[in-house]
């Protein structure tokens, strides 16, 4: 069992920058955040693959949004630099799911645990 807790999101203008943090218990080598806009599917933005230290991004947020862990508080963050307003959405930290050094798919049924979600809009 893995439990998550975001926090972090909030109100933010194009261009800006906003970090997350996802709190986690249990362990899960693979971990991930999810965004999800209204009217839209759940997205992939960014996957962790813990055993190797490697991380994925989408193409959407390559060289603008940075994952990183802190061991000792096993707090997942994802810094989002140069914001647009399409990056706008809830956004979701995720674990159990399909990553390895290959990569990650970021299918939602396929990750198993998930946070209760964090809001972030930005506004132009």
């Known amino acids: 069992l893995v439990q998550l807790v975001e926090s972090g999101g909030g109100s933010v203008q194009a261009g800006g920058s906003l970090r997350l943090s996802c709190v986690v218990s249990?362990?899960?080598?693979?971990l991930a955040w999810f965004r999800q806009a209204p009217g839209n599917e759940r997205e992939g933005v960014a996957a962790f693959y813990v055993a190797a230290g490697e991380m994925f991004y989408a193409a959407s947020v390559e060289g603008r949004f940075t994952m990183s862990r802190d061991s000792a508080t096993n707090t997942l963050y994802l810094e989002m630099n140069k914001v647009k307003r399409e990056d706008s959405g809830m956004y979701f930290c995720?674990?159990?799911?399909?990553?390895?050094?290959?990569?990650?798919?970021?299918?939602?049924?396929?990750?198993?645990?998930w946070g209760q979600g964090t809001q972030v809009t930005v506004s132009s």
């Open positions: 249990g362990y899960s080598d693979c």
């Open positions: 995720a674990a159990d799911g399909p990553c390895g050094s290959w990569g990650a798919t970021w299918i939602e049924e396929d990750w198993h645990f």
